[in-house]
């Protein structure tokens, strides 16, 4: 399901978007990120032919600096995603989701009020000291159809549901 490279991609992408403000962060980007730009000269260049400067702004508006603007690479970011969703979904429920089942993953800027709120009553779990955290549900009068959402390193947002194909 998808390019094993997308893995690599997913996780130099995420390494730019969180930062170094903390330590899980930075080791996200010494033990992963920089190994993968010193090997892999085709997604370095790749990104950085994508980078766009651009003024760094306050929500008030005020210019504070320069930075990058990047756009993720869809396909890995989606198809990450995806194998996450199939992947917990059969270690919480013990069934795999048949090739059938759709799962539709979507991107989140930033986790709202009224989505914490939705959610709140979902199961919750986290790995690596909250490094990935994630809330689920399942619908119990509908096989195969639940809703994820995913946080990693408290800097991105995805998540995505599945349903079962309808003939």
Same mark, same amino acid.
């Given at each position: 399901?998808?390019? +094993? ?8 992408? %995420?390494? *730019? ?20 730009? =010193?090997?892999?000269?085709? *997604? $370095?260049?790749?990104?950085? /032919?994508?980078?766009?400067?651009? !003024? ?7 210019? #504070? /600096?320069?930075?990058? =603007?990047? %756009? &993720?690479?869809?396909?890995?970011? !989606? ?5 996450? #969703?199939?992947? *917990? ?7 795999? %989701? ?5 799962? $539709? ?5 930033? %986790? ?18 909250? #490094?990935?955290?994630? =809330? ?6 509908? +096989? ?10 408290? $800097?991105? &947002?995805? /998540?995505?549901?599945?349903? +079962?194909? #309808?003939?």
């Amino acid at each position: 399901m998808g390019d +094993p490279g997308f893995d690599e991609k997913f996780r130099a992408y %995420l390494s *730019l978007q969180v930062g170094l403000d903390t330590a899980d962060a930075t080791r996200l980007w010494t033990q992963h990120a920089v190994k993968t730009f =010193r090997h892999n000269n085709k *997604l $370095r260049r790749e990104i950085l /032919g994508k980078s766009q400067r651009v !003024d760094m702004v306050t929500k008030a508006g005020i210019i #504070i /600096g320069e930075g990058y =603007r990047l %756009l &993720w690479d869809s396909a890995a970011h !989606d198809t990450v995603v995806e194998r996450c #969703i199939r992947g *917990l979904y059969f270690h919480h429920f013990g069934s795999i %989701l048949a090739k059938s089942v759709k799962v $539709r993953v979507y991107w989140v800027r930033e %986790l709202t009020k009224e989505m914490m709120e939705l959610s709140s009553e979902w199961n919750k779990n986290s790995m690596g000291e909250n #490094i990935f955290v994630y =809330r689920f549900v399942k619908a119990v009068d509908q +096989p195969n159809t639940s809703v994820w959402l995913f946080q990693f390193y408290g $800097r991105h &947002w995805a /998540g995505g549901y599945t349903t +079962p194909q #309808i003939a």
